[in-house]
């Protein structure tokens, strides 16, 4: 098999010529330049530099790519009745987003303090989620004032999905990021705390949100995977194991998550859905809504996860879902030894035999100041053991 053909079996319910081995890379990792303990001198083809990443170490490739869709959707847009105004406050540490309607103003606060961003900071979305601390919606006339006045979903340029398909050819797949899950997504919008909590005072308006966030996911998901993906990544981190129990996942998280996975998977490409964090209680859950599709990353506690078992977690998963995962990339592949490297791949691929929808990768990006050596240490021991 080549590794196209290896990773989509997996996928596909197939069995493999041998476990895929990848790592979990992404074009802004390589922008970032974690990931130059292993390219060296690095060139500015930013694609290229992701493939030779994998190249260099001789594992599966699965490319983890960007899309110009700024989070909250079309939120960024100026139309006639919805003006942004992004205003950086004299302490250079604090960001205010103004959007002006003929309805009134939405308001949000970032803290910029410590802070590196790509690009201009209005445009950076990914860092902005993280910083927020003043929501847009703080009531339900600023949820009214969305519904009424949100600009049309703009039309986005994404032919370089299907060029870099084209480009990769045999050599594996590619894995588009599409808009996050449906919590997350609203999360963008409300104050955690309170979005927790609206399902029991509020639950009309927690619909509301939930279903506006849904149509809006939905609708720019499903262009991106008819772009010509092999597998799309959904970003499900925050209402994880930690933060939610797995009754109130069901009644009020699943319902929306379930309706966005299946509505990309019925445009023919598989779903790859993130969960970072804790995620072990969840896992009955994650069998139901992720029948026929993959999980990732099934982190270990030293990473913030709570699996310390793959088998225990393929028990409560089933076998109709692809486990992705599930090295320890924050502690040991920084910290550790090459050989401490390589006894963990041993372990975890010895406890992993004969899974035949198991694809051995680090949990998520490779942290800055990472030795090179580890990481050609966890290649060398997974393919060296995938191949017995």
């Not at 390219?39 to 599966?60: A, C, K, N, S």
């Amino acid at each position: 098999m080549n590794c196209r053909e290896r990773l989509l079996a997996v996928y596909e319910g197939n069995k493999p010529d041998r476990m895929p081995i990848t790592m979990f890379i992404t074009d802004t990792d390589i922008e970032d330049g974690p990931p130059d303990c292993v390219l060296g001198q690095r060139g500015d083809d930013t694609i290229g530099e992701l493939i030779r990443f994998h190249e260099i170490l001789g594992i599966d490739i699965m490319l983890r790519v960007s899309t110009p869709v700024f989070e909250p959707i079309a939120f960024n847009v100026d139309a006639e009745n919805w003006t942004n105004n992004w205003q950086l406050q004299q302490d250079g540490k604090h960001l205010i987003h103004t959007i002006v309607t003929p309805a009134g103003e939405l308001r949000e606060t970032f803290n910029l303090e410590g802070e590196e961003f790509h690009g201009d900071y209005s445009e950076d979305w990914m860092k902005l989620r993280n910083i927020r601390i003043e929501p847009l919606i703080k009531t339900e006339q600023d949820l009214e004032i969305i519904k009424k006045h949100r600009p049309a979903t703009p039309t986005y340029d994404l032919k370089h999905i299907r060029a870099i398909k084209e480009r990769l050819g045999p050599r594996g797949i590619i894995l588009p990021r599409v808009p996050s899950s449906v919590f997350n997504y609203a999360v963008g919008l409300m104050k955690l705390e309170d979005l927790l909590m609206a399902p029991i005072l509020k639950p009309d308006f927690y619909k509301e949100i939930m279903v506006l966030c849904e149509r809006a996911v939905v609708e720019v998901g499903i262009e991106i995977a008819r772009a010509g993906s092999d597998i799309v990544r959904v970003v499900g981190n925050i209402a994880n194991s930690g933060m939610v129990s797995p009754d109130f996942y069901r009644e009020h998280i699943y319902p929306y998550e379930k309706r966005y996975v299946d509505a990309l998977a019925s445009e023919g490409c598989k779903v790859l859905f993130h969960n970072c964090g804790q995620c072990a209680s969840l896992l009955p859950v994650y069998r139901e809504m992720l029948a026929g599709q993959a999980l990732e990353s099934l982190s270990t506690p030293p990473t913030g996860g709570d699996v310390s078992d793959l088998k225990s977690a393929r028990e409560a998963l089933g076998d109709n879902v692809v486990m992705v995962g599930n090295f320890d990339q924050v502690q040991l592949l920084r910290n550790g030894t090459p050989d401490q490297v390589r006894e963990q791949v041993r372990k975890t691929l010895d406890e992993t035999a004969g899974d035949s929808r198991f694809i051995f990768s680090t949990s998520d990006s490779i942290i800055p100041g990472t030795p090179g050596e580890n990481v050609h240490a966890l290649a060398e021991a997974a393919l060296e053991y995938a191949n017995r």
